[in-house]
């Protein structure tokens, strides 16, 4: 995977990746033009399944650059391959479902410190008056008990969804990106596993903040719940899991 070398004037380059969705991506282009274009330095489109160009003749303030798989791919290899069109010093993995009501990239990278890997606002859910709580090493015990009373909220974050993730290009390319054998789920974690062992740290703009708006396919689908299972069986039995869970606090 490249590493920027001659990063352009504008610091992000955005992923977001379509599976039949565009109308739900057109709001999200809007607010990244409207609050957020003067540090997209561009967003690559990837069209996942076949659709209509629902914003054909539309015009942003940073290109969108539009990639048309010939057959469907799982996260992690959809996002590798848009990270191979970046050549910007961060790139911002974005669920096509997220909303912004104001700048956050920029104050995001404004506070990145030197050794921030991956950066992230808080996280808010539709129907929810607080952001979503930061969240420990995946484990069976931490699953069944994480909405349970008394259940200790990480004050850092080990890992974050991978709905926003603003990733580093160095660090990016230094893990080699998502590892691809995970198809839906769990490369979220892993990634963010990975990008700490290799030596960097994960930061959350805690005064800032993101709207989710939701799609929980896994839900609400047996094909994706299973998945979301076998992806977790997957994290547990990797080498990176049990290395992660050995590091000291950050």
């Known amino acids: 995977m490249p590493t920027p070398s001659s990063s352009p004037a504008k610091p992000i380059t955005v992923s977001i990746v379509s599976h039949g969705q565009l109308a739900l991506i057109l709001p999200l282009l809007e607010q990244l033009d409207r609050h957020c274009a003067a540090v997209v330095e561009k967003v690559v489109l990837t069209i996942n399944i076949p659709e209509p160009d629902l914003g054909a003749g539309m015009q942003w303030r940073f290109p969108?650059?539009?990639?048309?798989?010939?057959?469907?791919?799982?996260?992690?290899?959809?996002?590798?391959?848009?990270?191979?069109?970046?050549?910007?010093?961060?790139?911002?993995?974005?669920?096509?479902?997220?909303?912004?009501?104001?700048?956050?990239?920029?104050?995001?990278?404004?506070?990145?410190?030197?050794?921030?890997g991956l950066l992230t606002p808080r996280i808010l859910e539709p129907g929810k008056t607080t952001p979503e709580q930061h969240r420990a090493i995946i484990t069976p015990l931490e699953i069944l008990t994480r909405k349970r009373a008394g259940y200790a909220i990480?004050?850092?974050?080990?890992?974050?969804?991978?709905?926003?993730?603003?990733?580093?290009?160095?660090?990016?390319?230094?893990v080699k990106g998502f590892d691809e054998r995970f198809f839906m789920y769990g490369?979220?974690?892993?990634?963010?596993?990975?990008?700490?062992?290799?030596?960097?740290?994960l930061q959350v703009g805690e005064n800032l903040l993101a709207r989710h708006e939701a799609q929980r396919a896994s839900h609400a689908s047996r094909r994706h719940l299973t998945w979301h299972v076998s992806s977790l069986l997957r994290v547990w039995m990797s080498s990176a899991f049990w290395r992660y869970r050995a590091l000291p606090p950050a």
């Open 154 to 174: 990480p004050t850092v974050p080990a890992w974050v969804p991978g709905l926003f993730m603003l990733l580093r290009s160095q660090a990016y390319a230094q």
């Open 64 to 116: 969108i650059e539009r990639i048309a798989n010939a057959t469907p791919m799982g996260f992690g290899a959809n996002h590798n391959q848009a990270f191979t069109h970046c050549r910007s010093d961060w790139f911002l993995v974005l669920n096509p479902d997220m909303r912004f009501d104001n700048d956050v990239l920029a104050p995001l990278i404004a506070q990145a410190a030197p050794d921030a």
């Open 187 to 201: 490369e979220d974690f892993d990634i963010c596993a990975r990008v700490r062992l290799a030596g960097w740290k």
